[in-house]
């Protein structure tokens, strides 16, 4: 990240009102369990420059073998740099093309290299209070399976309210992009700097996008397909398909195994692959992952090890169906999504090993916790600096954390600098001294369907609830 010596900046937002501070707090009730039972095309830009009418000299006829080697590089090089300013890096696309090889007697790379620096200089830079973040669960793959039984059957009315559909997340990714909205990485906000005494340093970032365009960040979490979700319509567990990309295993009601883009990450992939100027330099979202059921659906916690021991009966049921679980299969299997995943773009937050309450446990059981999570977790996924705290609770009060904050002192030290919860404000950010809090907004059935019916506003900024919402869906019951 490029450095530079702009001293301590910080985005003081507007003071929350009482009713935000209400509303805040119901969502840190209703942000609540995810399990309900009792328990537990070519790859060229097809927007950017090329769309704007640029063009570059036809290659000349080939001679010979070493003439068409010469082309077809020169071709590739040209089609990289189109990516790369598709989704703004004309620094790098113009650099790519500046060392290619022939440069400067290619008038077609030449002009190219001048194009993108005009577009350059039309950037503006975002303005980091108006960062939305919003975020997903798992997506519904047949909301009948999901919502069916929803008046006595609490999974299938948790399932309405906090679970995002394929068809509307589509909806929703498609008016998000065609408004303007960008992903950028959560770590995009971030420029860090060392002060004269060499402490660390966080202030907002200088992200720069054509005038516009929005940018926002993406999360998922409980990316983990607990066994909870057995048979209520989701996907079963992340897969790589024969090119090594992540996609999702899904079981039909029949028992038959499918794969396809069943969730986030594939279909936001494959977005992304059509759409390069749908994310920030290819950045795409941050997962959030507890531990206890295993991660991304496969079962790698060390729990599953204690057969005889102290496990709830959703796992004694899986093991007694899984006579030949071997748990480092399992974390292989995982380990190999979670790389690929990585090397796509994605990237991982601690949604604490056991989805616990934040606000409400004392401090020995979040290092229990955490170190759940770091001997289970991130061996899979590596480390990370982020955590997204579960059912939408926090440490403390918006704006900097006490440092007499016991919990809050103990997660520094294991070394989390990201903090977010969730939060129905359109903008919420925060930097502290050395660390950066965001609101998310949950995009979920209670978000989308109250908006639909015109009992709540506030997500007209990203999309229009009403042509969103899935006819499939039945009427979301309040949560009591
Ligand atoms: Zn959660």
């Not at 079981?251 to 390069?276: C, K, M, Q, S």
């Not at 919420?428 to 978000?447: K, S």
Request: overall charge negative; hydrophobic content about 35%.
């Amino acid at each position: 990240m490029e450095k530079n010596s702009k001293g301590r900046k910080k985005y003081r937002l507007r003071k929350k009102t009482l009713l935000a501070c209400v509303l805040a707090a119901g969502l840190i009730f209703i942000a609540g369990r995810i399990c309900f039972r009792a328990g537990g095309n070519d790859g060229r830009a097809k927007t950017g420059l090329a769309g704007a009418g640029m063009s570059f000299p036809v290659p000349q006829e080939a001679d010979g073998p070493q003439e068409d080697a010469q082309d077809r590089a020169r071709q590739e090089v040209l089609e990289q740099a189109e990516r790369m300013a598709a989704s703004y890096d004309y620094d790098g696309a113009i650099a790519l093309l500046t060392a290619a090889e022939g440069y400067e007697t290619d008038s077609g790379m030449q002009e190219r290299a001048a194009a993108y620096g005009a577009v350059k200089e039309t950037c503006v830079p975002v303005s980091m209070e108006e960062v939305t973040h919003v975020f997903y669960h798992s997506l519904v793959v047949d909301p009948d399976r999901a919502f069916s039984g929803q008046d006595t059957d609490p999974q299938a009315a948790g399932n309405n309210q906090w679970m995002t559909t394929i068809r509307e997340f589509e909806k929703i990714t498609q008016e998000m992009y065609d408004r303007g909205y960008v992903i950028v990485g959560i770590h995009d906000l971030i420029e860090e700097t060392t002060d004269e005494n060499g402490n660390t340093v966080y202030s907002p970032a200088r992200i720069m996008l054509p005038p516009g365009k929005r940018a926002y960040v993406l999360s998922q979490d409980d990316l983990s397909y607990y066994h909870c979700y057995d048979n209520y319509g989701f996907a079963s567990r992340m897969v790589l398909d024969e090119n090594g990309k992540p996609i999702c295993e899904y079981i039909e009601e029949d028992g038959t195994h499918v794969r396809g883009a069943y969730d986030v990450v594939p279909l936001l992939d494959a977005f992304i692959e059509e759409h390069p100027d749908a994310s920030y330099r290819g950045a795409k979202g941050l997962i959030a992952l507890t531990g206890y059921n295993g991660i991304l659906g496969y079962r790698t916690d060390d729990s599953y090890l204690d057969v005889n021991g102290n496990i709830n009966e959703d796992k004694k049921n899986w093991l007694a169906e899984h006579p030949d679980f071997d748990i480092e299969q399992e974390r292989a299997g995982a380990k190999q999504v979670a790389d690929a995943m990585k090397a796509g773009g994605w990237e991982f937050a601690s949604h604490t090993w056991g989805h616990i309450r934040i606000g409400e446990v004392g401090l020995e059981r979040l290092m229990y916790d955490t170190q759940k999570w770091r001997e289970n977790v991130e061996p899979i996924v590596g480390p990370t600096d982020a955590i997204v705290f579960a059912h939408g609770q926090d440490l403390g009060e918006w704006g900097d954390y006490e440092e007499s904050n016991a919990k809050y002192r103990y997660l520094r030290e294991q070394g989390y600098r990201v903090f977010c919860n969730v939060d129905s404000n359109l903008y919420r950010t925060w930097f502290g001294r050395d660390y950066l809090r965001q609101g998310r907004r949950n995009l979920d059935g209670l978000r989308i369907y109250f908006n639909a019916i015109g009992e709540q506003d506030n997500i007209g900024d990203l999309f229009d609830a009403g042509t969103v919402l899935d006819p499939d869906r039945p009427p979301v019951q309040r949560v009591k």
